[in-house]
């Protein structure tokens, strides 16, 4: 995010402070595609919706904001509560109690789908950076971005952990097996 907020032809101080002010990370993504989607299509105050937007340029909108709310909320909150220490049990603002719907999820994560969620990050932060920088670029780039971005979705909710783990073991296993015959 912050590289996004910083890139050069981006975004200015002004619309840097509005996307920081927000309280917590998840408010400032939002933002940021708020005022991604304001800047490209010169919106200073109307509601961003089919009528301000266009139905398609409103779709992508949604979209992205979709990817947030089911995809990345989530990850966005864990890796807060994890970064300030709560390994084990995260608690809520005031760290007056364990948040049991966070440690529920935290305890479904595992190191597939932590890498699904990244990579669902560098393709939303693809489509935001050419919607900032480029209107070509976003109007040429969006499908095949979003393209990658619902594949990753996809993987994320079909792909097997325990598959995954035995090709991650097997694929060690032979390794090992190389080393030993050279």
Do not use: C, M
Request: aromatic share 8%; no cysteine.
């Amino acid at each position: 995010l912050k590289k996004l907020l910083h890139e050069e032809s981006g975004f200015n101080d002004s619309e840097r402070n509005i996307v920081l002010s927000e309280v917590s990370q998840l408010e400032q993504w939002e933002k940021t595609i708020e005022l991604a989607f304001r800047k490209h299509h010169k919106i200073t105050k109307a509601p961003l919706d089919k009528y301000s937007l266009g139905i398609t340029e409103a779709a992508k909108f949604d979209a992205l904001n979709d990817v947030l709310s089911n995809e990345l909320k989530i990850i966005i909150e864990i890796r807060n509560k994890l970064a300030h220490g709560q390994w084990v049990y995260p608690l809520n603002n005031n760290e007056t109690a364990v948040e049991s719907d966070k440690y529920r999820l935290i305890n479904q994560e595992n190191f597939q789908s932590l890498q699904f969620k990244y990579s669902l990050i560098k393709h939303l932060v693809n489509v935001v950076h050419d919607l900032v920088i480029s209107e070509t670029t976003f109007k040429r780039d969006f499908d095949s971005h979003f393209k990658k971005l619902l594949q990753v979705r996809t993987n994320l909710r079909t792909k097997s952990y325990e598959k995954y783990k035995e090709s991650l073991i097997l694929s060690r296993e032979k390794a090992r097996t190389l080393r030993k015959n050279r």
